[in-house]
């Protein structure tokens, strides 16, 4: 038998925006290195602006106020311009110094020096009060730039930001050389062994020529390439055998297969076979009935005929002799009374006989037709009277008139006689006061629809039966008049025949009700007219 080697499946495409194990080292070291730097060097940056601006101009601008506001004083008391100013000119000496302001607290501004307009930004303001024998008699601002300042910085920043990008590319590369020969060669070295194992090449070992964790990683492989080999080998040797197994257990598949097949189509016909003993059970006890019924009338007008017969001979005698008025009069009001009892019994007769005549054909043949609901259970009640009256007391039947069907009034009857042939076995044993009502309304439904109901007041149905009523074979009086397919031939019916549904509401000692919902027409499939045949 040829071994077909799998090959793994190849290695799905990067997603977009997915990176590799490489490129997130890469990223991660290269991140690791610039975003420290960069904080760093922006907190260091920062400081070292700060230290600058507090020497360059902060400290200055402290130091003018404050000999200003002791030097000034004086002058301005005196209202004395020219030495006021001289104070003023020695600190425009520095360059930072933008403009100075001295405001008399009574005349408003006394002398100015410097810029009239200054920029709104890079500037830095000093105002004190100038005090002379602790009042308030004037006041001097101070502005210094802080634009030298920036500019030094600026250049200092741009030279310590190239040296830092040198220092961090040679950084990088020499960290990115390093990862290159000790973790990616090793890493593509040991995949392409991989892929030559996945290729079933198991003769050639895994290189292992590092001391560390990837040359573990490596021995390991090669040591998963030993164990490899080994279970191939020994599927070689077990699938010598594996084809001549299978033939052997398809084999037995089959012949198991045509067991079951056998068993399946005795067991149908098993089943077909119960169903028409059952049907000729059925018509048997439907015959049996109606010549019970039967019995009554015929019986009456044989008496009748006897009787007429017996005062036909009387008169004849009566004749001979002569006849009086009075008995000619009573011969003739008792032939009319014969007569008419003699046709009530013969059109009972001839009724019993014609409902019987339908539901025989019904039976038989279960061809589908326009019918009254009412009709057809009264018919079907009625051959049924003599084989249940032993245990039934009264079928009440509550149908209102004029509730036409187009379906197949046969197979409803044997629904009907099945459910009360049902209670009389199951529900009414050893009772003789059992009560039957069937009940039957319209429902507003769209197909139109009448709901059936046939109900008993025997013993009810246990919870543990429930599910089960249903079933084929499934009874509780095997081997005691019970075949299990009553139940089942109803629900069959209801459904796949009549295009209804079928329910049970039981509780032991409460009766049981079959509750049925029913099309006024019938489903007109194929497959309907098929399965109705076969019953």
């Not at 907190?43 to 101009?57: E, I, P």
């Not at 006021?84 to 005349?107: G, H, K, T, Y």
């Not at 399946?264 to 077909?272: S, Y």
Request: with cysteine; proline share 4%.
């Amino acid at each position: 038998m040829q071994i077909k080697k799998v090959h793994p499946p190849a290695a799905p495409a990067s997603r977009a925006g997915t990176l590799s194990l490489r490129n997130a080292i890469v990223l991660g070291i290269a991140l690791g290195i610039v975003v420290p730097a960069l904080l760093l060097g922006s907190l260091l940056a920062r400081d070292s602006y700060q230290r600058d601006l507090d020497v360059r101009v902060r400290g200055p601008l402290m130091q003018y106020a404050s000999m200003l506001e002791q030097t000034m004083p004086i002058p301005l008391w005196q209202v004395d311009a020219s030495a006021a100013q001289s104070f003023v000119n020695s600190v425009m000496l520095n360059p930072d110094v933008r403009r100075i302001v001295v405001e008399d607290a009574a005349l408003g501004r006394f002398i100015q020096a410097g810029q009239q307009q200054l920029p709104k930004e890079g500037v830095i303001t000093e105002s004190r009060d100038i005090h002379k024998d602790g009042a308030v008699i004037g006041r001097v601002t101070i502005s210094m730039s802080s634009q030298l300042v920036e500019q030094e910085f600026m250049h200092k920043l741009l030279r310590a930001g190239t040296a830092i990008m040198l220092q961090l590319l040679i950084s990088f590369f020499l960290l990115w050389l390093l990862f290159q020969r000790r973790m990616m060669q090793p890493l593509r070295q040991l995949q392409h062994d991989v892929d030559r194992l996945g290729e079933g090449q198991l003769t050639e070992p895994v290189r292992v020529d590092r001391p560390d964790e990837l040359g573990s990683l490596a021995l390991g492989v090669d040591s998963m390439r030993v164990r490899l080999g080994e279970l191939m080998n020994l599927q070689a040797s077990h699938n010598t055998t594996l084809e001549q197994r299978v033939d052997d257990r398809t084999r037995e598949l089959h012949d198991s297969n045509q067991e079951l097949r056998t068993a399946l189509e005795n067991l149908n016909n098993a089943h077909m076979e119960i169903q028409r003993t059952d049907r000729l059970a059925a018509l048997g006890s439907l015959v049996a009935g109606v010549a019970h019924e039967l019995n009554t009338p015929i019986g009456n007008s044989v008496t009748v005929a006897s009787t007429v017969q017996d005062l036909s001979k009387e008169f004849k005698r009566k004749m001979e002799k002569g006849v009086t008025r009075a008995y000619l009069q009573s011969y003739v009001e008792n032939n009319l009374q014969a007569s008419d009892i003699l046709l009530r019994n013969l059109h009972s007769a001839a009724d019993l006989i014609g409902s019987f005549k339908r539901v025989a054909v019904d039976r038989t043949s279960a061809h589908r037709r326009e019918f009254l609901l009412d009709e057809v259970v009264r018919e079907t009640v009625l051959t049924m009277g003599a084989s249940i009256k032993r245990s039934v007391q009264d079928v009440r039947i509550q149908i209102p008139e004029g509730i036409s069907m187009d379906a197949y009034p046969g197979l409803l009857g044997q629904i009907i006689s099945n459910l009360i042939n049902n209670a009389v076995l199951h529900g009414f044993e050893e009772r003789d006061n059992g009560v039957i009502e069937i009940q039957a309304h319209l429902l507003d439904t769209l197909p139109a629809s009448v709901e059936l109901c046939v109900r008993d007041n025997g013993v009810g149905i246990t919870e543990i039966n429930m599910g089960r009523i249903f079933d084929p074979f499934f009874t509780t009086k095997l081997g005691q008049g019970g075949s299990g397919l009553g139940l089942n031939i109803v629900y069959n019916l209801v459904r796949d025949v009549l295009g209804g549904s079928i329910r049970v509401d039981s509780k032991p000692d409460h009766g049981a009700s079959f509750i049925m919902i029913l099309p006024l027409n019938a489903p007109r499939d194929a497959a309907t007219e098929q399965e109705q045949s076969a019953y």
